[in-house]
């Protein structure tokens, strides 16, 4: 079916005489293109995908306007928008949930989106060339799908990657399930430790492969692919004992690494009221964590520690994927997984007007037989470790009013939210028609903001709740700081600054 242009010998040189090279004059790592601090656009309100950038290394444009210019961290990618990375460059954008989307070196890529019926969402990522690396969390109002030239890749909540080479489509999975069709109606599945092969006629080809969903099997890959003179379509037989016999070699080397790595994760809460959370563990020094396409080297400490985000709106399960390398093979290590859920409202969820009719205390006995209590949400103290290139922590601070029902809502003459003991937010009795609040605020960099929210009953009684946020980062020990390499752990690093006295109230 295809034209053999290279043998099978010549195919495993080209892999061994790449792994030797790798390993005697490794390729300087690109540099990060400066992002002293995200940069702000306008993004439409109606668009249906909306990814934020969180890395850029080396030169990833996008096209806008029929131009090409540098994409940088802070920017939104929506749909139609086209982007391509040079060689030694690669982007990171996270959709609004969470979901991770790294597009590496020589790739071109089309982002789509559009809405089904008026209410599902469908993502589209057209792979033009080279490749696109994910981990994608579990999809409620909405499908993802890559296409290629010869395959259309369905993705619900999975991790791995798919691309386009030389003719072919590679779909292959570290985790999850995905559904790879063909135009001509041919249909394959694939699961954990799964890489399946899709040539220009739509046949496929699914071989079971320890390292499937690696970024060390699609550099293989990669490498197989040049190997090739010419350019012509690869010979599915050459690539697939090409792919054995690296995959019998990687396993190996995995197992070696699997058995020197320690990793002890610190559990996390069941469920999530705020759209953030702080992971930490213990983990071999020099190790190499991923999480959410965000890559970590652990200091000698043997610290890990990690805060990650998502949109306020984002509900649903999040899966905090961890895979762990020492440079040369990965392998998932640990799995943390919670619930964020809108924070909970207490007592029925009838209207206050509804219950009104049938209410038949007078203002003043009912005010003086409620029982209520202002609850917010997270930790009374909330430490929150700033990652650069950021400048400053967006957050809602969420809290609701417990021990009454909406029908008492009648009662209360103002909630007012004050900041560092002056009011910040103010609702009145107009403004009162809810049990449970969110109120957007801005903390700037090594800054303490002290939080109260006081509600007010038109007998003049109040009740009172309470939290601060503590925001730091010591810059000088980051890359992108004055540092190359990361010099201690984040908590340490608060240590530091409160001793320094450079961690203050605002």
């Known amino acids: 079916m295809f034209k053999v242009r290279f043998t099978v010998i010549s195919v495993l040189a080209a892999l061994a005489l790449t792994a030797c090279n790798d390993k005697e004059s490794p390729k300087p790592a690109p540099k ?30 996008r096209e806008k306007a029929d131009s090409w210019k540098q994409l940088r961290v802070g920017k939104t990618v929506v749909e139609n928008d086209h982007v391509r990375t040079a060689l030694e460059s690669e982007l990171i954008v996270n959709l609004t949930d969470g979901s991770a989307l790294r597009v590496p070196e020589s790739s071109n890529v089309t982002f789509q989106a559009e809405l089904q019926d008026n209410v599902k969402k469908l993502i589209f990522l057209d792979i033009h060339s080279g490749k696109v690396h994910f981990d994608i969390q579990k999809q409620q109002q909405a499908e993802i799908y890559f296409k290629t030239g010869t395959a259309t890749v369905a993705i619900r909540g999975t991790a ?14 570290k985790e999850g399930k995905v559904e790879v069709s063909t135009p001509k109606g041919k249909s394959t599945t694939i699961v954990k430790n799964q890489t399946v092969l899709v040539d220009d006629q739509g046949d496929s080809k699914v071989l079971k492969l320890e390292s499937s969903g690696t970024e060390a099997l699609a550099a293989a890959i990669d490498s197989i692919a040049k190997a090739e003179d010419g350019g012509a379509a690869l010979n599915t037989e050459i690539l697939e004992k090409s792919m054995n016999t690296f995959d019998k070699s990687y396993g190996e080397r995995q197992r070696n690494f699997e058995k020197n790595l320690q990793f002890k994760a610190v559990g996390i809460p069941d469920s999530l009221y705020v759209p953030n959370v702080m992971l930490q563990a213990r983990v071999t020094p020099g190790t190499i964590v991923t999480v959410w396409g965000e890559r970590d080297t652990v200091p000698e400490s043997g610290i890990y520690q990690k805060t990650l985000t998502w949109g306020d709106s984002a509900f649903g399960t999040k899966r905090f994927l961890v895979g762990c390398s020492d440079g040369d093979v990965e392998l998932p290590c640990y799995m943390w997984v919670t619930e964020y859920a809108p924070m909970p409202a207490l007592g029925p969820e009838a209207s206050a007007e509804a219950q009104d009719t049938t209410a038949a205390k007078s203002v003043e006995e009912a005010a003086a037989n409620l029982k209520l209590s202002v609850k917010i949400g997270g930790g009374r103290n909330e430490r929150v470790h700033l990652d650069l290139p950021a400048t400053e922590l967006n957050t809602n601070l969420k809290f609701n009013l417990a021990g009454i029902t909406a029908a008492d809502l009648a009662q209360l003459k103002s909630l007012v939210v004050l900041r560092n ?9 107009n403004d009162l028609t809810s049990l449970a609040y969110e109120v957007p605020v801005s903390i700037e960099r090594n800054k303490i903001a002290d939080f109260e929210v006081v509600a007010t009953l038109k007998n003049g009684k109040n009740y009172r709740a ?11 020990n980051h890359p992108g700081g ?5 010099i201690v752990p984040p908590d340490q690093e608060y240590e530091r600054l409160k001793q320094s006295g450079e961690l203050k109230h605002e």
């Open 466 to 476: 309470k939290k601060t946020y503590e925001v730091y980062c010591m810059v000088a």
């Open 160 to 173: 791995g990657f798919v691309g386009e080479v030389q003719g072919k489509t590679v779909a292959s999975l």
């Open 421 to 429: 003991g002056k009011p910040f937010k103010t609702f009145d009795a």
């Open 32 to 61: 990060e293109v400066a992002a002293s601090a995200p940069v702000e656009e306008a993004v439409p309100e109606n668009a249906l995908l909306k990814a934020k950038v969180r890395s850029v290394v080396g030169t990833v444009e």
């Open 482 to 486: 004055k540092a190359r390499n990361s």
